[in-house]
């Protein structure tokens, strides 16, 4: 998320009020820890999961 | 995390692999003991994830393409296979995200958006389904909150990720009794 937020710079005369979406209130989530999601999913060990779309956002679609 | 030797003996293809989460995720399967084929438009940096897994003592292939072509896409399968000799999983990470505002977005950043985003991961895991059924293997796809929120200035890049995610929904049930999985 930190590189798409960068992105957002190039953009020209944005609506601030629209971009505040993808600004969570407990800050962008790290890359390593999806990561290591991503690298458990692909393991054995994630047998479980199937069809499953699992969100690691830092909250930004609680609410 | 992963557990140590988790995928020993095993081989992952990832795409995105030269930078962010690509890079840390081939990272994060070769310190499990994967083998890994790493994916990437740009060669230069993805032979450094290539090197920095070798040093993590797995076998790594860069392989550089660009994923907006279906037949390259295929290609990389066919490499990865010829180089790490089986395939078990299949992380699709790869993306084209561009901020514009809709009314002066191009045909080609439309359409790149979409081929990269969404047609290469399923052109790549149709390459790829024949290992990943005869391994139970894994299918991983990286979509975003995109997917499930509107977002203002990303018309292209969120609809690529709602399909992207719709299309591992679609293909779990497919293959529901099949062994392999897939998930987002």
Same mark, same amino acid.
């Given at each position: 998320m930190t590189e798409l937020a960068q992105?957002?710079?190039?953009?020209?005369?944005? /609506?601030p009020e629209l971009l505040k979406?993808?600004?969570?209130l407990r800050g962008l989530v790290e890359i390593e820890h999806v990561a290591e999601m991503v690298a458990f999913l692909a393991t /054995?060990?994630?047998?479980?999961?199937?069809?499953a779309v699992i969100n690691i956002d830092n909250g930004i679609t609680a609410g | 995390m992963p557990a140590p030797s988790s995928m020993h003996g095993k081989a992952a293809l990832i795409t995105? !692999? !030269? !930078?962010g989460l690509g890079r840390a995720t081939a990272l994060t399967l070769a310190r499990a003991g994967a083998d890994v084929c790493l994916v990437d438009i740009n060669a230069g940096a993805l032979e450094k994830t290539a090197q920095e897994c070798r040093d993590i003592g797995v076998h790594a292939l860069a392989y550089a393409t660009d994923l907006s072509s279906a037949d390259n896409c295929r290609a990389a399968v066919t490499a990865a296979l010829e180089s790490c000799?089986?395939?078990?999983a299949l992380c699709n990470i790869a993306a084209v995200f561009i901020p514009c505002h809709s009314a002066e977005m191009n045909d080609i950043q439309w359409e790149k958006t979409l081929a990269v985003n969404l047609s290469a991961p399923f052109y790549l895991i149709q390459a790829a389904l024949p290992q990943l059924l005869a391994n139970k293997g894994a299918v991983v796809n990286v979509t975003s909150c995109a997917a499930h929120m509107g977002q203002a200035y990303l018309a292209g890049y969120t609809a690529s990720k709602a399909a992207l995610t719709h299309l591992t929904k679609s293909l779990a049930m497919e293959y529901m009794h099949q062994g392999i999985r897939l998930t987002a």
């Open positions: 992105g957002f710079r190039n953009l020209r005369n944005p /609506d979406r993808y600004s969570p /054995d060990a994630a047998a479980g999961y199937h069809g | 995105g !692999a !030269a !930078a000799g089986r395939l078990d």
